[in-house]
């Protein structure tokens, strides 16, 4: 499934890609070791359903959203040679998730206070994964993902809890949706109305008059 890196990405390629950007960036090798490491911690704790997180169920799909993203930080796909079977196992787990649930990776049925957090982590994952291997398989859950985000903003173009007009805007739930909305803007897929959010988005956040808290 790995396709051509977006020059956007190519950092994250291991070799001279990658060596350049520690060199103009200030990495060291003990940087890389810890990340490593880092990586290396979270195939131990990853669930055996490919999952993260235990005890609070309401949080588990940021978790793994989380991971994943972790992974493809370091540009690990599933065809990796350490740690593929785990992004794999990850990816797997989101995707089945949001099919259950109509496209929203929060794992719920209707968008919970917690779950715009989630979907928007989890959105902002598989655009990351969709942007560097092109695999077709998630391009559909990932296009009603993001129509979820377009749809949930509100008219003064932020986002709130349970993407509720009525709740006040909030600075956290927005910034989680403008990344989901960049990565999707990356991907190449044209979703409707990603551009046009994330104008309005931008037109909201550095207006001297905005609200958001």
Avoid at 55 to 68: D, E, H, K, N, R
Avoid at 81 to 97: D, I, M, R, S, Y
Avoid at 170 to 186: F, N, R
Wanted: net charge neutral.
């Amino acid at each position: 499934v790995d396709g051509m890196f977006p020059a956007t990405m190519g950092s994250r390629v291991g070799g001279t890609a990658r060596a350049m950007a520690m060199q103009m960036n200030g990495g060291k090798k003990e940087s890389e070791e810890a990340v490593l490491r880092g990586l290396r911690f979270l195939v131990k704790t990853q669930n055996a359903d490919g999952s993260w997180g235990k005890g609070l169920p309401q949080y588990i799909s940021a978790m793994t959203g989380f991971g994943v993203l972790s992974f493809l930080g370091h540009g690990e796909t599933p065809v990796s040679p350490e740690f593929g079977p785990t992004v794999q196992k990850a990816l797997e787990w989101l995707t089945t998730h949001g099919e259950k649930n109509q496209g929203r990776l929060s794992n719920e049925g209707a968008f919970s206070n917690q779950g715009v957090y989630a979907h928007a982590i989890g959105t902002y994952a598989l655009g990351e994964y969709y942007s560097m291997t092109k695999d077709e398989r998630v391009a559909d859950l990932l296009k009603q993902a993001i129509t979820y985000v377009v749809k949930g903003q509100s008219s003064d173009g932020s986002w709130r809890y349970g993407y509720l007009e009525s709740n006040k805007p909030d600075t956290s739930v927005t910034g989680w949706q403008i990344q989901a909305l960049k990565a999707a803007h990356l991907t190449g897929l044209n979703v409707d109305g990603v551009d046009a959010a994330l104008d309005k988005s931008m037109a909201c956040t550095l207006s001297p008059k905005s609200r958001i808290n």
